[in-house]
């Protein structure tokens, strides 16, 4: 059985993570983030948290660092 620390709120989240609560907001909105509600709050599983924070780091390089993520490409639409 999961205590009472290994579930956060959307303020311990946005702590954790170091980012506004709206932006957990928007990545539960958007499916991109693991969590749960309790009527009408929203939990996450600090072991779940964890797994997708991994996900999101991407491959390491041999000196330890974090690949940047591939990026599309920006620029104007080909004219028709």
């Given at each position: 059985?999961?205590?009472a620390e290994d579930i956060l709120?959307?303020?311990?989240?946005?702590?954790?993570l170091r980012v506004h609560p709206t932006t957990i907001y928007r990545l539960l909105r958007e499916g991109r983030i693991p969590g749960?509600?309790?009527g009408s709050a929203w939990r996450f599983s600090r072991?779940?948290?964890e797994v997708w924070e991994h996900e999101q780091?991407?491959?390491?390089?041999?000196?330890?660092?974090?690949?940047?993520?591939?990026?599309?490409?920006?620029?104007r639409k080909p004219r028709k």
């Open positions: 059985m999961a205590s709120t959307i303020a311990e989240l946005s702590a954790h749960f509600r309790v072991a779940a948290i780091v991407g491959p390491i390089d041999g000196d330890g660092h974090t690949a940047p993520p591939a990026r599309k490409a920006k620029g």
